[in-house]
């Protein structure tokens, strides 16, 4: 069989272990008599092979309008203040009409390896004592009627350590949470040396949660610079990807926006406008003088990649509204879901396609 340059993905190929790949296909993967010129049924047959399983339509959402709030908080040594704090951040953007709030990475916690260990709650053990961000948040998003996604805190479950995201509805139940499946493990000679593996482990599951606010995809701060989360969180039919994060001074730059002077925020803007959707993220407030220096920047970017709303680097919080409509009406004018050439590349869902 002539190889055109790609590979071809056989069922005798070994999977990662990880939930998603990019799969690149050999040109004859998909009999085309002239791939250069589809009909109109071999555009959407090629359209819907470059999803596989095929994208799920994103459901009708509970709400079309809402407010959503960034939480952009300064993080201590205390933990108890840090809660409080957030508590008082949380009641005070739901208080403003927000049904919604995304708080940080990292929120009561210093973001540091040695912390880790000792600021990890156990959230499946029963009870608020064994953790006491996620019992703030429980009680908060009951007494509010709000949905919260709670940023993220040290998780520990066994012998393991997870940055985790917990997501909270109104009833105050925990709806799902995310651990962090790319760790930040990053070597810039002169500037910066991190590494979350030394004392965290890797999420092993991408995380979509339908919410009262809609079906929101979950990521956390690495994890945006990884494109196929993203969009397997799309093909899934997600409205919203949030991502607290908590870039510093070197890379914050360089994952946050591409052009200071025309506020172009890159890694969101690729996010939202390649897969047509919402995308909120929100970092802790500078302070100069710990340890790990955070970015800020908190942002909320629209289905074109338009900056919707954000901030400098100080302690604030943002309140944005978000439209649903305007998805539908960004992928009616730009089709790109019916443009995908799955004759030439596909992005497997290796959870969905191994669970049918």
């Not at 917990?166 to 991190?194: A, M, Q, S």
């Not at 100069?288 to 220096?293: F, I």
């Amino acid at each position: 069989m002539r190889s055109s340059g790609l590979a071809l993905l056989s069922a005798a190929t070994p999977l990662f272990p990880s939930s998603l790949l990019l799969q690149r296909l050999c040109s004859h993967s998909l009999p085309l008599r002239n791939p250069t010129r589809l009909s109109s049924s071999a555009t959407a047959t090629a359209a819907m092979a470059a999803r596989v399983p095929p994208a799920m339509e994103s459901p009708p959402p509970p709400v079309s309008k809402f407010s959503i709030a960034l939480c952009q908080l300064t993080v201590t040594a205390d933990k108890e203040r840090n809660i409080a704090h957030a508590r008082r951040a949380i009641e005070d953007a739901a208080d403003k009409g927000a049904l919604l709030v995304l708080l940080p990475e990292i929120w009561n916690s210093p973001y540091s390896s040695e912390s880790f260990p000792l600021y990890a709650e156990d959230i499946e053990a029963a009870g608020g004592a064994a953790s006491p961000s996620l019992a703030m948040l429980s009680d908060v998003a009951r007494r509010k009627r709000i949905t919260i996604v709670g940023g993220s805190f040290p998780e520990r479950s066994g012998d393991r350590i997870y940055n985790t995201c917990c997501v909270v509805g109104p009833d105050g139940e925990l709806k799902g949470k995310h651990r962090k499946i790319h760790l930040f493990d990053i070597d810039i000679p002169g500037k910066i040396t991190f590494k979350e593996s030394k004392t965290l482990t890797a999420g092993e599951n991408p995380t979509i949660i339908d919410t009262d606010v809609g079906r929101i995809g979950v990521g956390i701060c690495y994890d945006i610079r990884f494109q196929e989360l993203a969009m397997l969180y799309a093909a899934r039919g997600a409205h919203l990807l949030c991502y607290p994060g908590a870039f510093n001074m070197t890379t914050g730059p360089l994952h946050w926006n591409c052009c200071r002077e025309q506020v172009i925020y890159f890694f969101l803007f690729l996010r939202a406008a390649d897969n047509q959707l919402y995308v909120a993220t929100c970092s802790p407030a500078r302070d100069p003088s710990a340890g790990y220096v955070a970015w800020g920047h908190s942002t909320l970017v629209g289905p074109f990649g338009e900056v919707l709303a954000t901030t400098e680097h100080e302690e604030t919080t943002i309140i944005a509204e978000i439209d649903y409509s305007v998805i539908e009406l960004r992928r009616s004018s730009l089709p790109l879901r019916n443009q995908r050439r799955g004759d030439l590349y596909q992005l497997v869902d290796v959870q969905r396609l191994n669970s049918q």
